[in-house]
């Protein structure tokens, strides 16, 4: 059993699940729809599609309706700084409905994500520069807040970190499937138990 107590709260993000048309997701090891923070797998808000150039046809695809499209915009100038931290971090489950009450009527698919550092990652070096000024998840795990104990602990997911934002994960290649074979351990935790076991 997951302890949030052992977690860093690293914020919360938007997104849609998936799954991508890839060979390496091709197993009976995921379900039919993947929830990842990995932008590769999952839509997941950002407010840069609000800047200029920006990517206004990306907000519409996420699922902001159209007449609230020149709104949306709006908020990505400024208003943002209420709720949401560079790229795409709330700093709060309640910031985050606050958003999808206003902008996005259709939940389809739509999950709000708590991500979390473990603490004992946290006193090593991990951070992708060691000086200069930080912002965003990495502002936000020195921080060292908890993650809101509400909803559901869905797991952990291998993912890495780049550019201040969260990147690849463990399913954009298929590192989830050698993971299972050499440890036992696999990325749907509705799969029949026992099914998969670690090699000797």
């Known amino acids: 059993m997951i302890d949030l107590n052992n977690f860093y709260s690293g914020g919360y993000f938007l997104l849609r699940a998936n799954k991508p048309d890839w060979p390496q997701l091709k197993t009976d090891l995921l379900p039919e729809k993947i929830i990842s923070l990995s932008l590769c797998i999952c839509p997941r808000l950002e407010i840069y599609w609000g800047w200029i150039p920006g990517n206004p046809e990306a907000a519409l695809e996420f699922g902001i309706p159209q007449e609230k499209l020149d709104e949306f915009l709006l908020w990505c ?6 709720d949401l931290e560079l790229t795409s971090m709330f700093y709060s489950t309640a910031a985050a409905r606050r958003f999808i009450q206003r902008f996005l009527p259709d939940t389809t698919n ?5 991500a979390g550092l473990p603490k004992e990652l946290e006193v090593k070096d991990w951070r992708e ?15 060292y807040l908890p993650l809101e104990n509400s909803g559901d602990i869905l797991g952990f997911e291998v993912i890495s970190f780049e550019y201040q934002d969260l990147a690849h994960s463990w ?10 074979e050499l440890f036992g351990f696999h990325p749907n935790k509705f799969l029949v138990e026992g099914k998969y076991k670690a090699k000797d």
């Open 77 to 82: 100038k400024a208003e943002y700084q209420t």
């Open 110 to 114: 739509l999950y709000l994500i708590g």
């Open 129 to 143: 520069f060691g000086e200069g000024e930080i912002i965003g998840i990495e502002k936000r795990i020195e921080k």
């Open 171 to 180: 399913l954009c290649g298929s590192l989830h499937q050698t993971m299972c």
